[in-house]
């Protein structure tokens, strides 16, 4: 058999364990130390527009406390892009709050302006105004930054940028995780770094940052005793896996231009095929880090081919293909949230399937995807 060739792997740049072994040396093997706030002041310099980074222990614990930083608590509403990683929807209610999902657009296949403004309009008319909206730049494409900006003014509700797959992605030239009031990162296993498991909380607001600090180190009021008036958690990241994020960070361009090549890859196979269309930028404007690379198959007619079909042929090659995130509206444990838009999502997901999109993909791992393509078509 084969080596399994996997979706997003782990891709480690050479430097991470120097940082790792200088936490060892230094004996800072805690959820705090230089590790951490270096590697918080590199993801700042690295995004620029002055924004402020708190170093977590999930892009999840970051997206929980973005919502608390907003005031979301029991009985509110968050408007939601269903189309997305059940993460961007599980911490709203974690905070006893309802979400109210979103249809995606067809361009960028994020949450539809139109859709999110009728949302908004109707939530009011029914006597509530959602709190805060979680827009995604899903699998590294980023969403309709200006347009949902623009709506999120209007009605005076902020926005939570959800950028755990966009790491390296631009819109007009600036870095995505610096578009919403605060915006997260996720560092998990297959994202396109790693701290192992972590995240980051960022924003412009210097005292969210400060606020998110308090939170992930169990609020602990200044006394020399332990006092709290808040409620706290412990989502703060271990120097060590810190360690891991600051060498991971010196690659990042280099598995952005990677991953990029593995779309092109894509992009040229699929070329001639009518049947096929790969998920790409609609202009140029947008740059995707394209973290994972995605297809669609054609509407109708398509020779006999679905996209389980072909997702089980990799499979017996022992290779992995996912089906695009299945929408939350759709959802057995959100069935009961209200729900804007068409069918956009719906039909995405039942025509899409994310393809191996690894930086560390050797030639022979591509020729292997290449041949099952060709005996599929
Ligand atoms: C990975 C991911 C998250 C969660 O990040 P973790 O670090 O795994 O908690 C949130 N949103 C999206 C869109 C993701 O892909």
């Known amino acids: 058999m084969n080596s399994k060739i996997w979706l ?20 800072w093997i805690a959820p705090l130390g230089p590790n951490v706030n270096n590697f918080e002041t590199e993801i700042a310099a690295y995004l620029g527009e002055d924004v402020h980074v708190a170093a977590l222990s999930s892009g999840t614990a970051a997206l929980h406390l973005a919502l608390i930083i907003l005031g979301v608590s029991q ?40 859709h999110l403004e009728n949302a908004i309009k109707d939530r009011i008319a029914k006597g509530k ?32 940028e959800d950028s755990a797959e966009a790491f390296g992605s631009t819109y007009k030239g600036q870095k995505c995780g610096t578009f919403g009031d605060i ?5 998990n296993g297959n994202k396109i770094i790693t701290t192992s498991g972590g995240g980051a909380l960022v ?41 891991i994020g600051r060498g991971q960070l010196q690659v990042l361009n280099q598995r952005v231009t990677q991953r990029r090549a593995m779309h092109n890859f894509y992009k040229e196979i699929f070329e001639n095929n009518k049947e096929v269309t790969v998920f790409s930028e609609s202009d140029a404007t947008r740059f995707s880090n394209h973290w994972l690379s995605a ?32 929408p939350m509206h759709m959802q057995p444990v959100f069935a009961d949230a209200p729900y804007y838009g068409s069918s956009v999502a719906e039909d995405l997901f039942d025509r899409g ?10 030639d022979i791992d591509r020729s292997r995807i290449a041949e099952v393509i060709k005996e599929q078509f």
Not at 78 to 98: D, H, K
Not at 353 to 362: F, I, K, Q, R, V
Request: one cysteine or more.
């Open 8 to 27: 997003s792997s782990p891709h480690m740049g050479g430097k991470e364990q120097e940082f790792v072994n200088e936490a060892f040396e230094q004996n």
């Open 75 to 114: 009985g509110d509403e968050v408007l939601c892009q269903s189309m997305t990683f059940s993460a961007s929807a599980n911490p709203i209610i974690y905070q006893g709050a309802t979400p109210v999902f979103v249809d995606s657009e067809s361009e960028t296949w994020n949450i539809c302006p139109i």
């Open 129 to 160: 105004k959602p709190k805060a909206i979680v827009a995604v730049h899903l699998y590294g494409m980023p969403y309709k930054a200006e347009a949902i900006k623009e709506i999120s003014q209007k009605y005076d509700i902020p926005v939570v």
């Open 183 to 187: 915006a997260i990162l996720s560092f």
């Open 203 to 243: 924003t412009k607001n210097k005292q969210y940052r400060d606020k998110a600090i308090f939170l992930s180190t169990q609020a602990r009021d200044a006394a020399p005793h332990y006092q709290h008036s808040e409620i706290g958690y412990n989502y703060r990241m271990s120097n060590v896996c810190a360690g």
């Open 295 to 326: 297809i669609t198959l054609k509407k109708e007619g398509t020779k006999n081919l679905d996209k389980e079909m072909l997702r089980v042929a990799f499979e017996a090659a022992n290779i992995e293909c996912r089906p695009l995130w299945k």
């Open 353 to 362: 399937l994310c393809m191996p999109s690894g930086s560390n993909l050797t």
